[in-house]
């Protein structure tokens, strides 16, 4: 048994020159890969530095490319991390309010349930026996009822009114005078009363409609400014007069007892709250609002305001990234299309395809690595302005220390990710080219049309836009909206498909006339054109874009109004 199993000396070295082999091919193999990899760099640095002025356009595409996605990202970031300022609430450790989102949920024929779901721009009231419990839930040391009504004072100013106890929530503080007693007395904001009356002397307010004389009991004095309109004060039952809804009050100011956090606090509030405490017949609930949370009971709109503005930077958003990313795409197809007979030689004295592949990327990569810096340094300022135009009053528009490098790094990583493998699959038709067929292709005309499958491609979104846009005049509303910007979408995809035989249609209704005004430049340019309608169409299918995009935004206003 144990002489069975000792192997003769033949095969063992028969395995071990099997071993020495396999082991030999595996370096051999290695050391042409680094050849190759070394070939392509070596191909990509040369072209790089001869076609440097080819390589121009790209960069310029690219870095604008970069910096208008970073913008957009950069709103779209501080968008999602802004919050109403908190005013009138600063004293508040916490606020109760209604919950002023309202949603929808329906079922469509064949389709799986949707909800929709709004924000109210009109204040949703509590019942006024949810402050009983608010009042008594542990760690709550006061809540304040707090209402508020539209004031004006005689000569036009406009005031808030507010109950004398509630001015605790932001906090005011007592700096003449005293509260108000009775329903003929009043506190008045320090800005209101700078050039007004004194204690002890009489004020004309318009509230609910009508004028009446009060008499100024105080003057008070918050420590911080704010640019809303200035307060004044009433006694509670005289606010809850004007205000026309005894049952039902705006908010809750609860101010906690010393040591209890904010977390400890919503808990215990949460717990005692009782179900469908907002608006009757409503399935919104309560919420307990702490930290910078307490700014929504301010502004009801806010919220919306910004769910709209996100959808609009959105749709805009993605309409950019589209125009940007078929710009890219034009410029450097376009450019490696330059070099088709450059790249066709390489291949037909003996370059590899995936040698070509990998110095058009390098070069591709390359080039967009230097135009995505130079883009994302252009996307922070860029993305600076376009706050300044959606900033609000009420929702002021946060910069945090992180979001500009991410603006600039999420631009400039986007399409220095696209380029390559754009770059790539552009000269993918050459590549891949037997080295005899590639020798004639280096002479050979610029193909003046797109293949099949392209114009198949072409003619069916050319149809799917123009029966959108049947359907568009046909209907109203949503639907009209939909077909409308399908149809927008489908031509231009049509546009970009059909490009070269749209040129050609395009040269001979215009080439006459061109040849006529321009003279001997007009024939030329007219001749050039003619003889490379692929080049012309990778220039004027951005354009197309572009005016399409212009043409939908400066529609969709007077649209949307006259719906309206």
């Known amino acids: 048994m144990k002489s069975a199993a000792v192997e003769p000396a033949g095969t063992r070295s028969g395995s071990s020159a099997a071993r020495g082999r396999t082991g030999t091919a595996a370096r051999e193999a290695r050391d042409v890969r680094r050849g190759s990899r070394r070939a392509s760099a070596f191909l990509a640095r040369r072209s790089l530095a001869t076609h440097r002025r080819a390589w121009a356009a790209v960069i310029v595409a690219t870095g604008a490319a970069a910096a208008l996605i970073g913008a957009f990202a950069f709103v779209v970031g501080s968008l999602l991390v802004a919050a109403p300022p908190v005013q009138r609430y600063a004293g508040a450790d916490a606020v109760v309010a209604a919950d002023q989102k309202v949603s929808y949920t329906a079922k469509p024929w064949g389709g799986e349930p949707q909800t929709a779901t709004a924000y109210l721009p009109e204040r949703a009231r509590l019942d006024r026996s949810v402050l009983a419990a608010v009042a008594g839930a542990d760690g709550v040391a006061k809540a304040v009822a707090d209402d508020s009504v539209p004031v004006a004072t005689g000569d036009g100013r406009p005031a808030v009114g507010r109950s004398w106890p509630s001015a605790a929530l ?130 009801m709109d806010a919220l919306g305001g910004r769910g709209d503005r996100l959808a609009l930077l959105g749709s805009i958003g993605g309409t950019v990234l589209m125009v940007a990313l078929l710009v890219i795409a034009s410029t450097l197809s376009q450019a490696i299309h330059q070099r088709s007979g450059e790249l066709a030689l390489l291949r037909a004295v003996g370059a590899s395809p995936r040698q070509l592949r990998s110095a058009i990327g390098r070069e591709a990569g390359r080039v967009s690595a230097a135009a995505a810096l130079l883009g994302g340094l252009g996307a922070v300022p860029l993305g600076l302005a376009m706050r ?109 498909l059909l490009g070269p035989r749209i040129a050609r249609i395009a040269l001979g209704v215009l080439g006459r006339p061109l040849r006529r005004a321009g003279g001997v430049s007009g024939f030329l340019a007219e001749r050039a054109a003619s003889a490379h309608t692929r080049r012309l169409a990778t220039a004027f299918t951005p354009i197309v874009l572009v005016v399409a995009f212009v043409c939908v935004q400066l529609a969709a206003g007077p649209t949307l109004e006259r719906a309206s």
């Open 170 to 299: 932001t906090p005011y503080g007592l700096a003449e005078g005293r509260a108000p007693r009775d329903a003929t007395e009043v506190v008045l904001d320090a800005g209101l009363a700078a050039d007004g009356p004194a204690p002890g002397e009489r004020i004309v307010l318009r509230a609910d409609g009508r004028a009446r004389t009060y008499t100024v009991s105080g003057i008070a004095r918050t420590g911080h400014g704010g640019d809303g309109p200035p307060a004044v004060f009433f006694t509670e039952p005289r606010l809850t007069a004007l205000a026309g809804h005894p049952g039902r009050i705006d908010a809750i100011g609860v101010i906690a007892e010393p040591g209890v956090g904010p977390k400890a606090l919503r808990e215990a509030i949460g717990a005692v709250l009782p179900e469908n405490a907002g608006v009757a017949g409503s399935d919104r609930g309560v919420r307990v609002l702490t930290g910078a949370e307490r700014g929504e009971a301010e502004q």
């Open 388 to 496: 300044a135009l959606l900033t609000t009053g009420t929702l002021p528009l946060p910069v945090p220390w992180w979001l500009p490098p991410a603006a600039a790094l999420a631009g400039g990583l986007l399409v220095a990710l696209l380029a390559r493998p754009v770059a790539m699959l552009a000269a993918r038709s050459i590549t891949r080219l037997r080295p005899a067929a590639a020798l004639g292709a280096a002479t050979a005309d610029e193909p003046s049309g797109p293949g099949r499958f392209r114009t198949v491609a072409g003619v069916v979104m050319a149809f799917a836009g123009v029966s959108s846009a049947g359907v568009a005049t046909t209907q109203s509303g949503q639907a009209a909206g939909a077909a409308a910007s399908g149809a927008a979408l489908s031509l231009v995809i049509a546009v970009a």
